[in-house]
């Protein structure tokens, strides 16, 4: 039996979803589509549209006929759709931006699906949300929390073969299965991702790092001249060969530019490095020491061996600037910081002298005669660099700056007050410019479980509490370091105990550089040289990642054999969380201890939210897979005189409820939200007010009685 779909579309959509109706219903037999004129109540709703109300209309309009409507305005919780039992809401907005090398009718089409395949066994996208894979895999039931991962399931045109088993144990016929397979081909056909290097580089927004670490060029150099003897063959490590890094790196960031197997962004990254960053350790003993000449008649100081590396590697990221389809009206810039073998320890405790082989570098290789003149506490880097659509600001920090004469606390890393009071000093002259902040410094800004397992010395920088918290107090987006040769990325979301005291603190994205050059037997066990092409997005953009990285590694022992760099994954790290629209209640900058809180501050709290409280209730759930049913609404403290008139609360539930954050403006049972749970959670709620003001709420949901509903 053929079953009939009603399809409706906005008037910007129009035109694909109409090619999209044809192709389904030629590609299949077991759904018919026809195209219906939109609903008066559907049409009037506004933008952005609230899923939830859409679909009530779309029901309501439809009597039991499944319904789905495509719109090309948002969606209110920016989701690419919100599929039902029997009814679909889609939105084509923002499609263009992904860059996800298809059609706009295939997207349509495989929306269709997703669609097609809840209409048949009657559950909604929450129904098969414990189907869902994040990361994508490349399948129709990929979550896609990060948006341009639909092209993976786009372009594979699949079932993975646990959604398929899934679906079968759940009711999907042979032929729907067959039907489903049919229309996913036909969108996997519409891919045009062999073309893609065919296509402008756009930049995508983001300012695009070239991150290098660890060079260590002298006597711990992998890439020195091998030891040839007559009749035996060349000595791999760890004494190194003859293989130009720099050649390496820059034909693999061509190489990166056109390889239509990466996404957009990433190739893009790789076309206009905007930044080169050297988190420190250039030299390895920094004295003025004689190094193995690179090449003949080449130059046997370390620090003049890295300045003609960087030399090199600059004039190459210009000429693929300058060749790629990407503007590029100005030159990379650079920022250098010293590591702690880049000091001379035999030099007197505090002296400048400890970094005069450092500061010659940088001038060396950057004009800034600055760094011969500074204290080592004034030995800051601070540089705005212009990315497209945006700005940001970097600041270096010197964490080498330890007075210990004992050669085992050498490695001791500290950024001491001077350096954050310069900084600040800095942030302050450009707060009304740059809107990311990068901050580059040597050592760990915290420790790294497998290095702090591996090494019995200090991995992280001394008081490294009060540095992070002065990052992310000030708001820094992105943090880079190097020293321990250990690669890794991941968002830094510490925050205080009672989070509702700390305003505007950021989750900066840490990534750990690893080395690029250091001997095999400078590494942690099994780890290769590496380094990381990162994007940073420069526009605030709550929806995609802040960050895309990119590692890239050598081989181990595989040099002279012709080897290369090579991915070693892409991570989309980071989000930007929406600005906070209320000021801190009166005394919400002190920190808490025990006895400092008076009445005042629960007055003031109370005033905060009009009197207006955050409470719940639930009971035992009837759905499978659940434990509770839980209602989250407002109810005011005490009864009083006049009282603010709430407009709308926003509930943010987190992500294991698709569609959160969930707009409620109905005012019944006190802006009432209704949800199923298995566990305990945070919700934090953002409620509006009628004349304009808006205050935050918030309630751990926790089943601490639910005992008492099992007596």
């Known amino acids: 039996m053929v079953r009939e779909v009603w399809v409706v579309a906005s008037p910007g959509a129009q035109s694909a979803v109409a090619e999209a109706i044809s192709a389904v219903n030629s590609a299949q037999d077991t759904w018919r589509l026809f195209a219906k004129d ?74 269709l699906a997703q669609a097609l395949t809840g209409f048949w066994l009657a559950k909604s996208d929450k129904d098969l949300f414990r189907l869902c894979h994040d990361p994508a895999v490349g399948c129709l039931l990929d979550l896609c929390s990060y948006k341009p991962d639909i092209r993976r399931g786009m ?29 996913l081909q036909y969108v996997a056909a519409r891919g045009s991702l062999p073309d893609w290097h065919e296509r402008p580089v756009t930049g995508d927004g983001m300012l695009s790092i070239l991150h290098l670490s660890d060079l260590h060029y002298g006597s711990a150099f992998r890439f020195a001249p091998g030891l040839l003897r007559p009749g035996q063959p060349p000595v791999y490590e760890p004494c190194g060969n003859l293989t130009d890094p720099c050649e390496l790196i ?17 190739r893009s990254l790789a076309a206009k ?72 320890w035999a030099a007197g405790s505090g002296s400048r002298q400890r970094f005069l082989g450092y500061a010659r570098f940088c001038h060396a290789v950057s004009g800034n005669a600055d760094y011969l003149n500074s204290e080592p506490n004034e030995i800051v880097c601070y540089r705005e660099v212009a990315a497209d659509r945006g700005l940001a600001v970097v600041v270096g920090f010197n964490s080498c700056t330890m007075s210990s004469e004992q050669e085992n606390l050498r490695d001791i890393g500290i950024v001491e007050n001077e350096q954050l009071d310069a900084a600040d000093a800095f942030l302050h002259g450009a707060r009304d410019i740059p809107r990311r902040k990068i901050a580059v ?15 019995n010395t200090y991995d992280a920088i001394v008081q490294a509490g009060r540095f992070l918290s002065y990052l992310q107090d000030r708001g820094f987006d992105l943090i880079l370091h190097g020293h321990k040769h250990y690669p890794m990325a991941w968002v830094h979301n510490m925050r205080s105990y009672e989070a509702t005291k700390v305003h505007g603190w950021s989750d900066p994205v840490v990534v750990s550089g690893g080395s690029l050059t250091a001997q095999a037997d400078r590494l942690p066990l099994g780890v290769p040289n590496v380094y990381h092409l990162i994007g940073l997005r420069v526009a605030m953009d709550s929806v995609r990642p802040r960050c895309v990285i990119a590692r890239r590694s050598l081989p181990l022992g595989g040099l002279l054999h012709g080897a290369g760099f090579a991915g070693d994954g892409i991570w989309y790290l980071g989000a930007d969380h929406p600005p906070s629209s209320t000021a801190p209640a009166a005394g919400a900058g002190r920190p808490w201890e025990p006895g400092t809180r008076d009445e005042s501050e629960r007055a003031a709290a109370y005033a905060a939210s009009d009197g207006w409280m955050l409470v719940h209730r639930y009971r035992r759930s009837p759905e499978p897979e659940q434990l509770f049913d839980i209602s989250i609404y407002l109810a005011p403290h005490k009864k009083r005189g006049e009282r603010k008139q709430v407009q709308a609360v926003t509930y943010d539930v987190g992500r294991l409820w698709p569609g959160s954050p969930f707009r409620i403006e109905d005012p019944g049972n006190g ?38 509903l099992t007596q």
């Open 273 to 344: 490095v905007d930044l080169v960053v050297l988190s420190g350790d250039t030299a390895n003993t920094a004295a003025h020491a004689k190094a193995i000449p690179l090449r003949a008649n080449g130059p046997d100081d370390e620090y003049d061996q890295a300045a003609e590396f960087i030399g090199k590697l600059m004039a190459g990221i210009q000429r693929l600037r300058n060749d790629s389809r990407t503007a590029c009206g100005t030159s990379a810039g650079l920022v250098v910081v010293p590591g702690n073998h880049d000091v001379d």
């Open 671 to 708: 802006f009432e939200l209704r949800l199923s749970a298995y566990g305990p959670f945070l919700c934090l709620a953002s409620v509006e007010f009628q004349d304009g003001s808006t205050c935050a709420l918030q309630r751990y949901v926790d089943f601490e009685m639910s005992d008492l």
């Open 38 to 111: 939109v609903p008066d109540a559907v049409s009037a709703l506004s933008s952005p549209v609230q899923p939830d109300r859409a679909a009530a209309e779309l029901t309501h309009w439809a009597r039991g006929v499944p319904a789905v409507w495509v719109t090309d305005e948002p969606l209110r919780d920016r989701w690419f759709s919100h599929h039902y039992a029997a009814c679909a809401v889609i939105s084509t907005d923002g499609l263009s931006d992904l860059e996800l090398g298809f059609p706009e009718v295939a997207y349509v089409a495989y929306e």
């Open 155 to 183: 372009a594979a045109g699949r079932l993975c073969s646990r959604c398929a088993v899934a679906l079968r144990e759940l009711g999907l016929t042979t032929q729907a299965s067959d039907s489903l397979s049919h229309v």
């Open 441 to 455: 410094v040597h050592h760990h800004p915290l420790s790294i479980p497998p290095v702090a397992a591996e090494y």
């Open 250 to 266: 820059l034909s693999d960031l061509e190489g990166m530019s056109t390889d239509p197997d990466l996404p957009p962004q990433v």
